[in-house]
Nanobody, 113 residues
Framework: QVQLVESGGGLVQAGGSLRLSCTPS??????????MAWYRQAPGKQRELVAA???????QYADSVKGRFTISTDNTKNTLYLQMSSLQPEDTADYYC?????WGQGTQVTVSS
């Protein structure tokens, strides 16, 4: 199991931007070798896939975030990112990074109208 540490959540007004980061603890797990993903879970709703990125492949996005969110990796920093722009109140949720059946602790994103 991989321990994942997320950061970057917070409170932002509608139309604003945030960048989430996810870094595996320890030095032996390299994100460049695995499928990585971001999920989110809004209050009272099921966890849903937001974006995924395979090693060396094309990213995929949920329809609700296409054109607004960008998933990327920085292999030199061994970090997964989710750049979120044009945020809307419906994007309010806890966001989790995911790899190899392991979840991060989540980071809260709140978008005010």
């Amino acid at each position: 199991q991989v321990q994942l540490v997320e950061s970057g959540g917070g409170l932002v007004q509608a139309g604003g931007s945030l960048r989430l980061s996810c870094t595996p603890s320890g030095t032996f797990f390299r994100i460049s070798m695995y499928d990585m993903a971001w999920y989110r879970q809004a209050p009272g709703k099921q966890r849903e896939l937001v974006a995924a990125i395979p090693p060396g492949g094309s990213a995929q996005y949920a329809d609700s975030v296409k054109g607004r969110f960008t998933i990327s990796t920085d292999n030199t920093k061994n970090t997964l990112y989710l750049q979120m722009s044009s945020l809307q109140p419906e994007d309010t949720a806890d966001y989790y990074c995911y790899v190899l059946s392991s979840w991060g602790q989540g980071t809260q994103v709140t978008v005010s109208s």
